[in-house]
């Protein structure tokens, strides 16, 4: 059977957990996430209930099996306060006491492949894998910094010249790699965006935070308090597209309750003893004009039913801080 394994670290809290919210790393926690990424990578839906598996009708089970391997001793904590930023980005994990596992700590993944799984296969899985790591983050606040994980090696099977790499060479720049890596996901000609949600080769803007910093509190902290300059700033039908549910807005599917991701992610990445910051943010555009909710779905607050948000917000919140010299964009 082929394999792949990852050793990887934590780079900022991560909690993850099961029903309990107990802190613990959970294989379906990260199948969940690979899968997610593959969407927004615009692998076809038949990719991915081979890949992934399938609990709908005519349940499939995937080709891939994760296993996680931890340390000996996986080191928790609750939630630690630090600078008013900080706090602010992981405010209903100081509220719920939320325990998570601390950063700086070790752990490996396995990925192990049914027999039936072929090389191009893989490639398309390693290529949601490494957009989980290096676009989004593991757990509760994940949009928000939590649960950064980095890949410090990489080893198993490796199709032929499948050169996706996991970890950035010290001699190079951390935004020419991360430009890299993509544009050769993008040479694979796997995908194509689905309707309704965000490609991210057509609506990801990757922005980085112009300064590094000597440890992530601080950096977390800088972009907690501009986030939170910029929200507070906002009435509550303004800060819709920071998603839902937010205060008592919850979106009405049909006859269900639903919710959004908000399509603003905060990325920390340790990079020569430096940890860095980014930005990342999905916009819909005439390529490809994904929707943040529904065309049957509704908003209502206190009686009165709110339009849809105001792409423009987000754009401004970018475009503030370019303004002032404190993020510049490095994708696309």
Not at 278 to 292: G, Q, R, S
Request: with cysteine; hydrophobic share 35%; glycine share 8%.
């Amino acid at each position: 059977m082929k394999s792949v394994n990852l050793n990887c670290e934590i780079i900022t809290p991560l909690f993850m957990g099961g029903a309990s919210q107990q802190p613990e790393l959970r294989a379906q926690s990260f199948n969940g996430l690979f899968r997610y990424w593959f969407r927004l990578l615009g692998g076809s839906f038949e990719d991915e209930k081979k890949l992934f598996g399938w609990g709908g009708e005519g349940a499939i089970k995937g080709l891939v099996q994760i296993s996680v391997i931890k340390g000996q001793n996986i080191n928790t904590s609750n939630f630690q306060r630090n600078g008013q930023g900080y706090n602010y980005l992981g405010f209903s994990l100081a509220l719920t006491r939320r325990q998570c596992i601390n950063s700086s700590q070790s752990f490996k993944l396995t990925f192990r492949f049914h027999p039936k799984t072929t090389d191009e296969d893989i490639k398309k899985f390693l290529c949601s894998v490494w957009c989980a790591f290096y676009l989004g983050n593991f757990g509760s606040r994940s949009r928000r910094g939590f649960g950064s994980i980095v890949v410090e090696n990489i080893n198993g099977y490796i199709p032929i010249g499948f050169n996706l790499k996991f970890k950035p060479e010290n001699d190079q720049s951390i935004e020419n790699w991360l430009k890299e890596q993509l544009d050769f996901i993008k040479t694979l000609n796997y995908w194509k965006p689905r309707d309704d949600i965000p490609y991210i080769f057509e609506n990801l803007e990757m922005w980085r935070i112009s300064n590094s910093y000597a440890d992530y509190i601080q950096l977390l902290d800088r972009i907690g308090t501009e986030y939170r300059s910029f929200r507070s700033g906002k009435n509550i039908e303004d800060r819709i597209w920071l998603g839902l549910p937010i205060g008592k807005i919850i979106p009405q599917i049909g006859n269900e309750k639903g919710r959004r991701a908000s399509p603003l992610i905060f990325k920390i990445i340790e990079f020569n003893n430096q940890f860095e910051g980014f930005i990342l943010v999905f916009k819909p555009n005439k390529n490809h004009d994904f929707k943040f909710l529904p065309d049957n779905a509704t908003l209502n607050l206190k009686g009165v039913n709110l339009e849809k948000p105001n792409w423009d917000i987000i754009g401004n919140f970018t475009q503030t801080l370019n303004n002032h010299n404190i993020i510049n964009k490095i994708y696309p």
